[in-house]
């Protein structure tokens, strides 16, 4: 059976340190069934104290962006090579919320490679403005996809894709994607890497939809989109929450 991946992202929040910890705690204590992976993605700054709590539910840490140098005078910078050495294994990479503030598919792809270079894998998220144009939502999705192509094929075999239609994502979304749109979207990523890499190769790259998953809907994005798994906002800030996307899964 494949690995499903749970990812976690925390985002901004919570606000103090206090607060991490006190939920990194509660997340502790989940029990994460056989064949699902929990990767929790704190704030920078959070990362070490949440770490040593979620790691004794046996959850994995993730970081929500990462440097796209390996080591040098880049002033805020957050090195793949620093994130490794406090044990995370995950990286997040061109969510739509970092895009919005000016992350161009160049710098998203240079992420990727010091990602990769450090050992760790990155979650390439990609995704839709808005779904009324479908022709128009497939191109974005293929444009975001297409910086790949400048990875070697044992490169692109490390990654993970998350699928995350932006109009979905947050509390100001109407709705998520609904489970047959996401499974659409998810053949044609997976017809794009085809075209990329070879059929077998494409098949072993994970796939996860984000954009307003809760308990009530997380089943239907594996079971009937195909999804291999699924990037949580919201609903990872609140350990009840969340362990009703994890169970769910079972
Ligand atoms: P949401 O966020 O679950 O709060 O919609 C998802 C994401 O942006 O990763």
Redesign the pocket.
Known sequence: MNTLYVVA?WKEYPETSKDAKKLATSLGKIKIPKGVSSIICPPFPFIASVGQEVKKGKHLLGSQDVSPFIVGAYTGEVSSKQLTSLGVKYAIVG???RRALGEADNLILEKIKATLFSGMTPILCVGEHDRENSVASHEEVRRELSILADLSKKDIEKIIIAY?PIW????K?KNPASPEDAREMRIYIQKVLADMLTEKVMRTIPILY????TGKNANDYIAVAGMQGL?????SLDAKGYNAIIQSLK
């Open positions: 992202n969510h739509s919320e995350e979905a994502i947050g509390a979304a984000g954009g307003s998953v990037l949580v906002g919201r609903a």
